[in-house]
């Protein structure tokens, strides 16, 4: 069985630093593409950044880019996401995916959320101005 389980949310100021853990059960970190979507309240879910297992591919959003870091440790079966300088636009529930379609971080970054394979319960982040 295939687990996802997401840690490490919480609240801050802008400009504060949090960082998400996930970890995994059931499932090869080489084989898969993994990483994190959000969805804020009223908007869309949103691709923030992933890393493929197959080819060492990484993705980030534009939004987040300089600011975010995905990193992975096999040994404890665990992805994090680094997050630095939040800004109140990156409160959201965060979701720790995963999946075996894809070859890329960026192919499963344009793919819909709602097709993937596996994603956690969600954690949520909020950043206060």
């Known amino acids: 069985e295939v687990q996802l389980v997401e840690s490490g949310g919480g609240s801050v100021k802008a400009g504060g630093s949090l960082t998400l853990s996930c970890v995994v059960s059931g499932i090869a970190f080489d084989k898969v593409v993994m990483g994190w979507f959000r969805q804020a309240p009223g908007k869309e879910r949103e691709a923030v950044s992933y890393r493929s297992g197959r080819d060492d591919s990484v993705y980030y959003a534009r939004s987040v880019k300089g600011r975010f870091a995905i990193t992975s440790d096999i040994a404890r079966n665990t992805i994090y996401l680094q997050m630095n300088n939040l800004k109140p636009d990156d409160t959201a529930v965060y979701y720790c995916?995963?999946?075996?379609?894809?070859?890329?971080?960026?192919?499963?970054?344009?793919?819909?959320?709602?097709?993937?394979?596996?994603w956690g319960q969600g954690i949520q982040v909020t950043v206060a101005s």
């Open positions: 995916a995963a999946d075996g379609t894809f070859l890329t971080a960026q192919a499963m970054a344009v793919s819909p959320t709602g097709t993937y394979d596996h």
